[in-house]
T-cell receptor, first 111, second 117 residues
Framework: QKEVEQDPGPLSVPEGAIVSLNCTYSNSAFQYFMWYRQYSRKGPELLMYTYSSGNKEDGRFTAQVDKSSKYISLFIRDSQPSDSATYLCAMIGGSNYKLTFGKGTLLTVNP | GAVVSQHPSWVICKSGTSVKIECRSLDFQATTMFWYRQFPKQSLMLMATSNEGSKATYEQGVEKDKFLINHASLTLSTLTVTSAHPEDSSFYIC?????????????FGPGTRLTVL
């Protein structure tokens, strides 16, 4: 079993839709949870990070962590074509602060 | 702030040659830099962790003699792919951790696309 599981999609939605992206993990040592956005042929860009169970909101984005279920989500409200990208979940556990990435979900928002 | 650059952004080389990729933190000091490799439609796989002034720590399965990492200053780390082969063709991405920032926060470079003919 991989440490971080993420459905690679692809996911295609109409403009304005609510998008839900999810990851599960198996390592209880993970303490920090991040979501990155990666456009084609570019480096990842940090969208949000959390370190506790619950919700964190930033504009149209909401990150949700459920440590008891080892499940994290990213919700995008009022999705826009410019949101079309690959979304990667990533986690850190332990003192070395190494990131463990999910496979990434390719999202396309159609105008 | 927190900008990381990589050079070159893409490179094509012949099999058997060596290629050097630079990673620079432009507006902060990075005691730790990370090197990742990403194959098409795959996630980022950590290759090695580079600490300024010390030897890099390589992940299991990564050949340290093939992927030479040097972190000579607080703003520069280099990855040299020695005797490159077509199977080394990939997208190489570095990230840097701000020495004065949050320990869990990494800033990524734009990546270098390596094609070995």
């Amino acid at each position: 079993q991989k440490e971080v599981e993420q459905d690679p999609g692809p996911l295609s939605v109409p403009e304005g839709a609510i998008v839900s992206l999810n990851c599960t993990y198996s390592n209880s040592a993970f303490q920090y949870f991040m979501w990155y956005r990666q456009y084609s042929r570019k480096g990842p860009e940090l969208l949000m990070y959390t370190y506790s169970s619950g919700n964190k909101e930033d504009g149209r984005f909401t990150a949700q962590v459920d440590k008891s279920s080892k499940y994290i989500s990213l919700f995008i409200r009022d999705s826009q074509p410019s949101d079309s990208a690959t979304y990667l979940c990533a986690m850190i556990g332990g003192s070395n602060y190494k990131l463990t990435f999910g496979k990434g979900t390719l999202l396309t928002v159609n105008p | 702030g927190a900008v990381v650059s990589q050079h070159p952004s893409w490179v094509i080389c012949k099999s058997g040659t060596s290629v050097k990729i630079e990673c620079r933190s432009l507006d902060f000091q990075a005691t730790t830099m990370f090197w990742y490799r990403q194959f098409p439609k795959q996630s980022l796989m950590l290759m090695a962790t580079s600490n300024e002034g010390s030897k890099a720590t390589y992940e299991q399965g990564v050949e340290k003699d093939k992927f030479l990492i040097n972190h000579a200053s607080l703003t520069l780390s280099t990855l040299t792919v020695t005797s490159a082969h077509p199977e080394d063709s990939s997208f190489y991405i570095c990230s840097a951790r701000d020495a004065s920032g949050l320990p869990n926060e990494q800033f990524f470079g734009p990546g270098t696309r390596l094609t070995v003919l």
